[in-house]
Protein backbone atom coordinates (compact mmCIF):
# COMPACT_ATOMS: atom_id res chain seq x y z
CA UNK A 1 0.00 0.00 0.00
CA UNK A 2 1.46 3.35 -0.74
CA UNK A 3 -0.25 6.37 0.23
CA UNK A 4 -0.04 9.88 0.16
CA UNK A 5 -1.36 11.67 3.16
CA UNK A 6 -2.86 15.68 2.68
CA UNK A 7 -3.94 18.02 4.52
CA UNK A 8 -4.07 21.11 5.90
CA UNK A 9 -1.93 22.51 9.25
CA UNK A 10 -3.61 21.20 11.84
CA UNK A 11 -6.05 18.71 10.57
CA UNK A 12 -4.71 15.91 12.14
CA UNK A 13 -2.80 14.31 9.52
CA UNK A 14 0.56 13.36 11.80
CA UNK A 15 -1.81 11.53 14.29
CA UNK A 16 -3.53 9.67 11.08
CA UNK A 17 0.00 8.96 10.00
CA UNK A 18 0.66 6.93 13.31
CA UNK A 19 -2.57 5.27 13.29
CA UNK A 20 -1.87 3.73 9.41
CA UNK A 21 1.92 3.06 10.70
CA UNK A 22 0.59 1.16 13.68
CA UNK A 23 -2.35 -1.22 11.39
CA UNK A 24 -0.90 -1.75 8.38
CA UNK A 25 2.87 -2.01 9.90
CA UNK A 26 4.43 0.60 6.20
CA UNK A 27 6.79 3.85 7.48
CA UNK A 28 5.77 7.08 7.60
CA UNK A 29 8.47 9.06 5.20
CA UNK A 30 8.44 12.63 6.68
CA UNK A 31 9.97 14.78 3.97
CA UNK A 32 11.60 16.78 7.25
CA UNK A 33 12.99 13.74 8.93
CA UNK A 34 15.05 12.22 5.52
CA UNK A 35 15.91 15.59 5.05
CA UNK A 36 17.73 15.43 8.66
CA UNK A 37 19.06 11.72 7.95
CA UNK A 38 20.63 12.81 4.82
CA UNK A 39 22.38 15.44 6.28
CA UNK A 40 23.35 13.14 8.90
CA UNK A 41 24.18 10.16 6.95
CA UNK A 42 26.29 12.78 4.31
CA UNK A 43 24.83 11.12 1.35
CA UNK A 44 25.15 12.82 -2.03
CA UNK A 45 21.71 14.49 -1.74
CA UNK A 46 21.67 15.70 2.32
CA UNK A 47 25.67 17.10 1.07
CA UNK A 48 23.56 18.72 -1.65
CA UNK A 49 20.43 19.73 0.52
CA UNK A 50 23.37 20.91 3.28
CA UNK A 51 25.06 23.57 1.33
CA UNK A 52 21.57 25.29 0.37
CA UNK A 53 20.52 25.22 4.02
CA UNK A 54 23.76 26.74 4.89
CA UNK A 55 23.52 29.62 2.18
CA UNK A 56 19.69 30.23 3.91
CA UNK A 57 18.46 29.03 0.82
CA UNK A 58 15.27 26.74 0.06
CA UNK A 59 16.54 23.21 -0.73
CA UNK A 60 15.03 22.49 -4.37
CA UNK A 61 12.68 20.64 -5.48
CA UNK A 62 15.02 18.32 -7.50
CA UNK A 63 17.29 18.01 -4.53
CA UNK A 64 14.33 16.96 -2.39
CA UNK A 65 12.96 14.73 -4.87
CA UNK A 66 16.42 12.75 -5.26
CA UNK A 67 16.22 12.48 -1.37
CA UNK A 68 12.83 10.58 -1.08
CA UNK A 69 13.63 8.46 -3.89
CA UNK A 70 16.61 7.37 -1.96
CA UNK A 71 14.91 6.61 0.66
CA UNK A 72 11.87 4.64 -1.28
CA UNK A 73 14.25 2.06 -2.25
CA UNK A 74 15.31 1.26 1.40
CA UNK A 75 13.81 -2.22 2.25
CA UNK A 76 11.26 -1.16 5.06
CA UNK A 77 9.63 0.77 1.91
CA UNK A 78 9.54 -2.63 -0.46
CA UNK A 79 5.67 -3.46 1.18
CA UNK A 80 4.26 0.08 1.37
CA UNK A 81 4.88 3.55 2.74
CA UNK A 82 2.71 6.96 3.27
CA UNK A 83 4.38 10.32 2.15
CA UNK A 84 3.44 13.01 4.80
CA UNK A 85 4.84 16.84 3.86
CA UNK A 86 5.33 15.57 -0.02
CA UNK A 87 4.55 16.49 -2.34
CA UNK A 88 3.77 19.45 -1.11
CA UNK A 89 3.02 20.96 -5.13
CA UNK A 90 1.95 20.13 -8.46
CA UNK A 91 5.82 20.12 -9.82
CA UNK A 92 6.83 18.03 -6.91
CA UNK A 93 3.38 15.56 -7.50
CA UNK A 94 4.25 15.38 -11.15
CA UNK A 95 8.12 14.69 -10.36
CA UNK A 96 6.81 11.51 -8.72
CA UNK A 97 4.97 10.10 -11.16
CA UNK A 98 7.42 11.11 -13.92
CA UNK A 99 10.09 8.79 -10.95
CA UNK A 100 7.42 5.68 -11.78
CA UNK A 101 6.20 5.50 -8.58
CA UNK A 102 2.89 4.23 -8.27
CA UNK A 103 0.77 5.55 -5.77
CA UNK A 104 -2.21 3.61 -4.58
CA UNK A 105 -4.52 6.39 -2.85
CA UNK A 106 -4.22 9.79 -1.99
CA UNK A 107 -5.96 10.47 1.08
CA UNK A 108 -7.38 14.06 1.94
CA UNK A 109 -7.96 14.83 5.67
CA UNK A 110 -10.64 17.98 5.37
CA UNK A 111 -11.33 20.42 8.35
CA UNK A 112 -12.79 23.83 7.94
CA UNK A 113 -10.24 26.98 8.66
CA UNK A 114 -12.04 27.99 11.45
CA UNK A 115 -12.10 24.33 13.47
CA UNK A 116 -8.24 23.93 12.92
CA UNK A 117 -8.00 27.63 14.11
CA UNK A 118 -9.54 27.09 17.07
CA UNK A 119 -7.80 24.07 17.89
CA UNK A 120 -4.55 25.33 17.24
CA UNK A 121 -4.93 28.83 19.06
CA UNK A 122 -6.37 27.31 21.71
CA UNK A 123 -3.20 25.42 22.95
CA UNK A 124 -1.38 26.12 25.43
CA UNK A 125 1.84 25.18 27.36
CA UNK A 126 3.62 25.44 30.66
CA UNK A 127 6.11 27.81 30.56
CA UNK A 128 8.08 25.53 33.43
CA UNK A 129 7.47 21.80 32.85
CA UNK A 130 6.25 21.87 29.08
CA UNK A 131 2.59 20.28 30.27
CA UNK A 132 0.00 20.80 27.73
CA UNK A 133 -3.71 22.37 27.68
CA UNK A 134 -6.07 23.42 25.47
CA UNK A 135 -8.56 26.38 26.23
CA UNK A 136 -11.82 24.68 25.04
CA UNK A 137 -10.74 20.42 25.44
CA UNK A 138 -8.25 20.14 28.19
CA UNK A 139 -8.54 23.18 30.57
CA UNK A 140 -6.23 23.87 33.91
CA UNK A 141 -7.79 24.25 36.84
CA UNK A 142 -6.98 28.02 37.12
CA UNK A 143 -6.99 29.66 33.93
CA UNK A 144 -3.49 30.63 32.94
CA UNK A 145 -2.08 28.03 35.55
CA UNK A 146 -0.25 25.09 35.15
CA UNK A 147 -2.20 22.34 37.29
CA UNK A 148 1.10 20.09 37.62
CA UNK A 149 3.73 22.39 38.92
CA UNK A 150 1.93 25.99 38.98
CA UNK A 151 3.68 27.40 36.50
CA UNK A 152 2.50 29.85 33.83
CA UNK A 153 0.73 28.80 30.58
CA UNK A 154 1.82 30.34 27.07
CA UNK A 155 0.49 30.22 24.05
CA UNK A 156 3.38 29.42 21.22
CA UNK A 157 4.06 31.35 18.28
CA UNK A 158 3.07 28.65 16.06
CA UNK A 159 -0.46 28.86 17.92
CA UNK A 160 -1.14 32.20 17.43
CA UNK A 161 -4.28 32.80 15.22
CA UNK A 162 -2.14 34.89 12.94
CA UNK A 163 0.67 32.35 12.63
CA UNK A 164 -2.29 29.77 11.81
CA UNK A 165 -3.82 31.43 9.11
CA UNK A 166 -1.18 32.45 7.59
CA UNK A 167 0.04 29.00 7.14
CA UNK A 168 -3.55 28.17 6.04
CA UNK A 169 -3.24 30.64 3.81
CA UNK A 170 -0.51 29.31 2.44
CA UNK A 171 -1.71 25.22 1.94
CA UNK A 172 -4.53 26.56 0.01
CA UNK A 173 -2.66 28.56 -2.51
CA UNK A 174 0.43 25.55 -2.88
CA UNK A 175 -0.91 22.43 -1.68
CA UNK A 176 -4.45 22.34 -2.46
CA UNK A 177 -4.09 22.13 -5.70
CA UNK A 178 -3.07 18.27 -5.52
CA UNK A 179 -6.37 17.60 -4.75
CA UNK A 180 -7.68 18.63 -8.16
CA UNK A 181 -4.52 16.89 -9.71
CA UNK A 182 -4.76 13.33 -7.64
CA UNK A 183 -8.89 13.25 -8.39
CA UNK A 184 -7.92 13.72 -12.06
CA UNK A 185 -5.85 10.39 -12.00
CA UNK A 186 -8.77 8.44 -9.70
CA UNK A 187 -6.20 8.13 -6.79
CA UNK A 188 -8.02 10.76 -4.23
CA UNK A 189 -9.92 9.95 -1.22
CA UNK A 190 -11.61 12.83 0.96
CA UNK A 191 -11.91 11.68 4.41
CA UNK A 192 -13.66 14.54 6.86
CA UNK A 193 -12.04 15.36 10.38
CA UNK A 194 -14.27 14.23 13.11
CA UNK A 195 -14.11 16.01 16.56
CA UNK A 196 -12.86 12.40 18.15
CA UNK A 197 -9.58 11.05 16.52
CA UNK A 198 -10.75 7.29 16.71
CA UNK A 199 -13.87 8.53 14.79
CA UNK A 200 -11.91 10.38 11.94
CA UNK A 201 -8.86 7.22 12.38
CA UNK A 202 -12.00 4.93 11.58
CA UNK A 203 -13.17 6.64 8.55
CA UNK A 204 -9.67 6.09 7.38
CA UNK A 205 -9.53 2.64 7.64
CA UNK A 206 -13.03 2.47 6.07
CA UNK A 207 -11.55 4.86 3.38
CA UNK A 208 -8.05 2.26 2.69
CA UNK A 209 -10.06 -0.94 3.08
CA UNK A 210 -12.96 0.21 0.30
Do not use: W
Not at 20 to 41: C, H, M, Q, W
Not at 132 to 143: A, G, I, N
Amino acid sequence: MKLILLGAPGAGKGTQAEKIVEKYGIPAVSTGNIIRAALKDGTEMGLKAKSYMEAGQLVPDEVVIGIIKDRLKEKDCENGFILDGFPRTIPQAQALEDMGIAIDKVLDIEVPDEKITARMSGRRVCAKCANSYHMLYKKPQVEGVCDACGGELVQRKDDAPETVQARLAEYHEMTEPLKDFYSNLGKLVIVEGQEEVADTTALVFKALED
